[in-house]
């Protein structure tokens, strides 16, 4: 089988440190690269319709929460893992994009809360639609069944560390 970068690397520590134990990157060391990979070729196909992946995470967020009274701008945040200052800062970009539009929460004077503007919908589809095709590139290599089992053998060490 032919040789990764992977394999380079931990053969390099294998010849210069032999006492060091570098086995754990075959398997971390090819998440990280892969998760790189990924994340490159989504930001190139969303660089296309001039989005960034927070953009697009705020965008589909917000479609596929599909709330008619609007998202609150914190929990927006808090499923982005980000600061409400930064979301602050990511809903001004959208907004002067024409893609959401916010507007007073009745029950909250001094909330606000988001829409998806009907541009905003058309993009935030188009963005998924190229983040799908991109993640689609990337798993080419695996048909259906190595999907399956690739997918069942990450979701307990995400369980594990998503739980603590």
């Known amino acids: 089988m032919a040789e990764d970068s992977i394999d380079r690397m931990v053969g390099e520590w294998a010849r210069s440190a032999p006492e060091l134990d570098a086995g754990v990157l075959h398997v ?11 994340q490159r070729m989504i930001a190139e196909a ?10 697009f995470d705020v965008l589909n967020t917000l479609r596929r929460r599909g709330e008619p009274a609007g998202t609150k701008p914190t929990e ?5 893992l980000i600061t409400s200052g930064a979301m602050t800062a990511r809903l001004d970009r ?66 594990h560390h998503e739980s603590g």
């Open 28 to 38: 971390v060391g090819r998440l990280f690269r892969s998760a790189e990979i990924g």
């Open 46 to 55: 969303l660089r296309s319709l001039g989005l960034s992946y927070g953009d």
């Open 76 to 80: 927006l945040a808090r499923s982005s």
């Open 94 to 159: 959208l907004d002067r994009l024409g893609l959401v539009r916010r507007e007073r929460d009745p029950d909250d004077r001094r909330g606000v809360l988001v829409h998806l503007t009907e541009r905003g919908e058309r993009v935030a589809e188009q963005a998924l639609d190229a983040v799908l095709a991109a993640d689609e590139r990337f798993l080419a290599p695996l048909d259906a069944d190595r999907r399956a089992q690739l997918a069942a053998i990450l979701k307990p060490l995400l369980l």
